[in-house]
């Protein structure tokens, strides 16, 4: 079992990365918006059909992963 501090230091670790990736998502609509010049429904189509597409397609492949020897 983990002690305390060592989870409290595996999750600053992760809550820094998080950090970094929410930082970058944040922006990324704007500067595709503000520099590449798509209009908003573009960009956030350009977000989200990735993110369905796993939402289905990661449960599969568990599904695959738990049945494969």
Do not use: C, H
């Amino acid at each position: 079992p983990l002690s305390f501090l060592e989870k409290a230091g595996y999750s600053a670790g992760d809550a820094a990365a998080n950090f970094v990736f929410m930082s970058m998502v944040l922006f990324q609509l704007n500067f595709y918006t503000d520099v590449f010049g798509l209009s908003a429904n573009t960009a956030a189509a350009i977000l989200l059909w990735p993110r369905l597409w796993d939402a289905v397609f990661d449960p599969v492949m568990g599904v695959l992963a738990d049945r494969t020897n």
